[in-house]
C-alpha cells in the first residue's frame, strides 16, 4: 500500500514538473551524442585493456541489451557504425559538444525534480560530466571482467562435467548484468546531478527501481509496439523504426526521472 502511494506521487509530480519536456529534452541529446561517446569508451577502453576485438564485442553486445527486441534492426546499424569507425578529432569533438549537452539536461531535469534552483559553475560542472564518464568506464571495465570470468567458468565445464553453469550463465549476462549496470549508473547519476544532498539509501532505491522498471518496459513496449506496428507504419512509413526507437529512449527517460 505504502509502494502504491510512493509510486502514484511520483507520477503525478512527474506531470507537475514538466517530466515530458525534460523526457523529450534528454531523448534528443541522448541521441546526438550515443554514437561518438559509444566510439569515444570503445577506442579507450580497448586501448587501456589491450583487448580492443574482445572489448569491441562485448560492448556492442551490451548496446544490443539496452534497446528492446522490435528496434533490433536499428541497434544493429549502431551497431556496425560503431565497429567499423575509427574515433577522430571531429567524432571527439561532437562528442564532447553534444554529451555535454546532455549532462546540462539531465542536470536540469533533475535539479527541477528535487526543487533545486540556479546552476552549477561551469568548472564544475565540466568536472562532474568527467566524473560520470570515469564511472561508466568503471562499470564498463567491471562488467566486462565479470564477462571474462564467466567465459573461464564455462569452459570449466570440460574439465568438470558436473558444473553445470551454461543456463544460469546466459540469463546472468543477458538479463542480471545489464540490469545491475544500469542500477549502478543510475544510482551514480542521482547522487551526483542534483544541487542538493541525496542520501545514499534515496539514490539506491531511485536505482533499484528506475533498473527494474527499464527492464520491464523493454519487455511491454516490445510487445504493445508489435501488435500496434502495422498502425505506425501507416503513418511514419521507413521512418517507423526509428520514430520507435525515439519513443522507446522517450519512455526509457521517463523512467529515469
Not at 540556479?118 to 571482467?145: D, E, N, P, Q, Y
Request: with cysteine; proline share 3%.
Amino acid at each position: 500500500m505504502i509502494m502504491t502511494r510512493i509510486l502514484l506521487k511520483s507520477f503525478v509530480d512527474f506531470y507537475q514538473d514538466d517530466g515530458p519536456m525534460l523526457a523529450g529534452a534528454i531523448s534528443c541529446f541522448f541521441m546526438m551524442s550515443f554514437i561518438p561517446f559509444s566510439l569515444f569508451l570503445v577506442s579507450i577502453l580497448g586501448y587501456l585493456l589491450g583487448q580492443p576485438g574482445q572489448f569491441d564485442g562485448f560492448f556492442r553486445a551490451q548496446i544490443i541489451n539496452l534497446f528492446p527486441q522490435i528496434t533490433d534492426r536499428l541497434a544493429a546499424e549502431i551497431n556496425s557504425i560503431i565497429h567499423y569507425r575509427e574515433i577522430g578529432i571531429v567524432n571527439l569533438l561532437l562528442y564532447v559538444v553534444f554529451s555535454y549537452q546532455l549532462y546540462m539536461s539531465l542536470e536540469k531535469a533533475l535539479g527541477k525534480i528535487f526543487k533545486v534552483n540556479g546552476k552549477r559553475h561551469a568548472i564544475l560542472s565540466f568536472l562532474i560530466a568527467l566524473a560520470i564518464v570515469t564511472l561508466v568506464i568503471v562499470f564498463l571495465v567491471f562488467s566486462f571482467a565479470i564477462s571474462g570470468v564467466i567465459a573461464l567458468a564455462e569452459k570449466l565445464h570440460n574439465y568438470f562435467p558436473a558444473l553445470h553453469i551454461g543456463v544460469l550463465m546466459s540469463i546472468f549476462s543477458r538479463f542480471l548484468l545489464p540490469a545491475f549496470l544500469l542500477f549502478l549508473l543510475a544510482t551514480s547519476l542521482y547522487l551526483l546531478l542534483p544541487r542538493k544532498k541525496i542520501s545514499l539509501h534515496h539514490a539506491l532505491w531511485g536505482g533499484l527501481f528506475a533498473s527494474i522498471f527499464f527492464e520491464a518496459a523493454k519487455h511491454v513496449f516490445t510487445f504493445y509496439v508489435t501488435s500496434k506496428i502495422s498502425r505506425l507504419g501507416s503513418i511514419y512509413g521507413s521512418l517507423t523504426v526509428i520514430v520507435t526507437l525515439l519513443i522507446w529512449l522517450f519512455y526509457s527517460a521517463s523512467i529515469f526521472l
